[in-house]
Nanobody, 128 residues
Framework: VYLVESGGGSVQADDSLRLSCAVSGDTFSSHYMGWFRQAPGKERQFVAY????????DYSDSVKGRFTLSRDIVKRTMYLQMSRLRPEDTGVYYC??????????????????????WGQGTQVTVSG
């Protein structure tokens, strides 16, 4: 499975950005997916999660109400729409994915070690 993020950039506070994560190499529709970010000098943190079927999403408290996650199965791409960006949103954003089986798919996956495949990251810098 290969993940490629895009859409990062430098923006002003209150601006918007849309990150994309293109997936190749395996059955996209059977994998849950997430976004994480890592600010300079800090640990990588959970940002958002979407279930394998797109029916369930979850967000960190710091981005809830400002970020929206979606996925397009035909395009094999996941999107993170980020609005009302703040300087504290600055960091490298990583998409990640893995798969679940049966009843375990009912949970929300937020831990780094619950994700097997990772992209290379895309930088988001928010000024202001």
């Amino acid at each position: 499975v290969y993940l490629v993020e895009s859409g990062g950039g430098s923006v002003q506070a209150d601006d918007s950005l849309r990150l994309s994560c293109a997936v190749s190499g395996d059955t996209f529709s059977s994998h849950y997916m997430g976004w994480f970010r890592q600010a300079p000098g800090k640990e990588r943190q959970f940002v958002a999660y979407i279930s394998w079927n797109g029916a369930k999403t979850d967000y960190s408290d710091s981005v809830k109400g400002r970020f929206t996650l979606s996925r397009d199965i035909v395009k094999r791409t996941m999107y993170l729409q980020m609005s009302r960006l703040r300087p504290e949103d600055t960091g490298v954003y990583y998409c990640a994915t893995s798969f679940c089986v049966g009843f375990e798919c009912a949970k929300v996956f937020k831990a780094i070690d619950e994700y097997t495949y990772w992209g290379q990251g895309t930088q988001v810098t928010v000024s202001g």
